[in-house]
C-alpha cells in the first residue's frame, strides 16, 4: 500500500499519515509533486489517494496528476480520501469517477473534516479552540475508519453514491464550476514582499520565482494555500484580499 496526497496547508498530510499508521505502519505517504509519485503507484496494489475539497471538486493538480499517469491506475486498488472544512458532497467521488476512466478499482472513499485553508476570507475563520477540536474528532474517525479496514476489512464509501454526486454538484459545483477547471492565475503578491524565497521553496507547482527581490507568480497555481499559510510578511492572498489567519495544521493539533 502507498498514500499519495495532495496539501497544502498540512491538514490532508496528517490525514493520510495518520491513517497509514493505523492500517499499514510500513507504507510510505509521498507527496504528489514528487519524481517518485507515479512510480510508487506502479509498485503497489492498494493505493489511498489523499486531497483537500476545492470548490465540492477534487484540486484540478489531482485531476491532472491521474490523467497524466493514466497508465498506472489500470488494476489498482484505490481508496479516495478528501479532506474539507465544511462540505463536499461527493469530495472522494470526484477523483474516484475519473480514476475509473483509467481501471482504477475503487475500493473506498473516506471524507474528513479539518480546519478550513482559505484564511484569506473572514467569514470561514474560525476560533483556534474550535480548530482543535475539529481535528481531535477527525483522528477519532480515522482511528475509527482504520479499525475498520483492519478488523473487518470494510472500506468506507463516503461521497462515492449518486446522491453524493447530486449534493456535490447542487450544493457548490455547478456555481463554481469554472474555478477548478484548470490552474488559477488569480494569485496576488503585495508589495510587502520582502523576497525571502519561502513560497517558491514551497510551492508544488514550482509556480513562485523571485525576480530582483520580489516574489512573482505564475498561472499555475493549485489554490493549495501554502505559499500563503507561509509567507512571514502575509503578503500573498489568492481568494479574498487579506490574510486573517494562517492556516497551518500543526497549530491546531
Ligand atoms: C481553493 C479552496 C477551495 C475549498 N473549497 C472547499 C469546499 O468546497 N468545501 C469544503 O468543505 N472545504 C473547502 N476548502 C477547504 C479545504 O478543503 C480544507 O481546508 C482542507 O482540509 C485543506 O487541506 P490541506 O491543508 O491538506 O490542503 C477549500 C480550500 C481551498 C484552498
Known amino acids: 500500500m502507498v498514500g499519495i496526497y495532495m496539501s497544502g496547508t498540512g491538514n490532508t498530510k496528517h490525514c493520510i499519515e495518520k491513517l497509514l499508521s493505523v492500517i499499514s505502519p510500513e507504507s510510505e505517504a509521498v507527496p504528489i509533486e514528487s519524481e517518485k509519485a507515479a512510480k510508487k503507484i506502479s509498485e ?4 489511498i489517494l489523499a486531497y483537500p475539497t476545492q470548490f465540492s471538486n477534487a484540486p484540478y493538480m489531482v485531476r491532472d496528476f491521474i490523467r497524466k499517469n493514466g497508465a498506472v ?3 489498482r486498488r484505490v481508496m479516495c480520501m478528501a479532506t474539507m472544512g465544511a462540505f463536499s458532497g461527493d469530495g472522494a467521488g470526484c477523483s474516484a469517477r475519473v480514476l475509473k476512466q483509467y481501471g482504477a478499482d ?12 482559505v484564511c484569506d476570507n473572514k467569514m470561514l475563520k474560525k476560533p483556534l479552540e474550535e480548530n482543535k477540536r475539529i481535528v481531535r474528532e477527525a483522528d477519532k474517525k480515522l482511528e475509527e475508519v482504520g479499525r475498520q479496514i483492519v478488523e473487518k476489512g470494510i472500506y468506507p464509501q463516503d461521497g462515492l453514491s449518486f446522491a453524493a454526486r447530486l449534493a456535490g454538484l447542487f450544493g457548490q459545483r455547478l456555481w463554481f464550476y469554472g474555478k477548478t477547471t484548470d490552474y488559477s492565475k488569480k494569485l496576488k503578491i503585495s ?8 513560497c517558491q521553496k514551497n510551492c508544488p507547482m ?23 499559510s507561509h509567507c512571514p510578511e502575509q503578503s500573498i492572498t489568492l481568494l479574498g484580499k487579506q490574510v486573517y489567519e494562517q492556516c497551518r495544521y500543526e497549530r491546531y493539533k
Not at 503497489?44 to 493505493?47: A, E, K, M, S, Y
Not at 514550482?206 to 500563503?228: E, F, H, L, P, S
Open 44 to 47: 503497489n496494489d492498494t493505493v
Open 73 to 75: 491506475w489500470q488494476g
Open 106 to 117: 475503487i475500493i473506498g472513499g473516506l471524507h474528513v473534516r479539518m480546519p478550513d485553508a
Open 191 to 198: 508589495d510587502s514582499c520582502v523576497g525571502c524565497g519561502l
Open 206 to 228: 514550482g509556480n513562485i520565482r523571485i525576480t530582483n527581490g520580489k516574489a512573482v507568480a505564475g498561472d499555475r497555481c493549485a489554490m493549495c494555500y501554502r505559499c500563503i
